[in-house]
């Protein structure tokens, strides 16, 4: 069974711009959670999709969005970046309908903002 | 929020040696997961393990769930357990979001 995936893998944006991320969860995996990883903060909780609505949310500004589509895939935008929005962002899916059980990671999208 | 604690935040071990890392949270959870993020950024899952104890292979986890607090044991240690290891947890309380450690990073050598 293929693995969660994330596209791209690397990102060159500047200031100002906004960007698209995207994550395929493992086949049967109807929850996706992103999250925000910083050498300073650590990794912070984004937010959380199940059945193509938003469940949870984490302490960032509406900058920051998301969504969920019918096949389960997610993608989340990033608009007016900034330079501290430079990070590993990461998708994690699960099985189960609470969210949390068992997450199961993507490679990572390492945006970097000039 | 829920406050989530790993110790020691670095820890470096000569190949074959064991080891113990803590997490200790502030209040009661009903998830706690051990992931490792190997030096390309990749997290695996390691255990879910809200109570009680698990092993696979080299690895074992226990969580006591009353006393707040998980340790995840790695005995005859391998290069490729370098890395950094975080435990996540969900608390009982509160927004429904995974809280991680700051995590501990783990250098074995050769």
């Known amino acids: 069974k293929a693995g969660v995936t994330q596209t791209p893998r690397y990102l060159i944006k500047t200031r100002g711009q906004q960007v698209t991320l995207s994550c395929s969860p493992i086949s049967g995996h109807r929850s996706v959670s992103w999250y925000q990883q910083t050498p300073g903060q650590g990794l912070q909780f984004l937010f959380e999709y199940f059945s193509e609505t938003q469940r949870n949310k984490g302490n960032f500004p509406g900058r920051f969005s998301g969504r969920q589509f019918s096949n389960s895939r997610s993608e989340m935008n990033v608009s007016t970046l900034e330079l501290g929005d430079s990070a590993l962002y990461l998708c994690?899916?699960?099985?189960?309908?609470?969210?949390?059980?068992?997450?199961?990671f993507g490679p990572g999208t390492r945006l970097t903002v000039t | 929020g829920i406050q989530v604690e790993q110790s020691p935040p670095d820890l470096i071990l000569q190949e074959g040696a064991n080891s113990t890392l803590r997490c200790n949270f502030s209040d009661s959870v009903n998830n706690l997961q051990w992931f490792h993020q190997n030096p390309w950024g990749q997290l695996i899952n390691l255990f879910y393990?809200?109570?009680g104890t698990k092993q696979n292979g080299r690895l074992s986890a226990t969580t006591v769930a009353t006393e707040r607090y998980s340790l995840l044991y790695i005995s005859s240690s391998q290069t490729t357990d370098s890395g950094v290891y975080f435990c996540a947890v969900l608390s009982n309380f509160g927004n429904e979001k995974l809280t991680f450690g700051t995590g501990t990073r783990l250098t074995i050598i050769p």
């Open positions: 994690a899916s699960s099985l189960a309908g609470t969210g949390f059980y068992e997450q199961y």
């Open positions: 393990i809200p109570s």
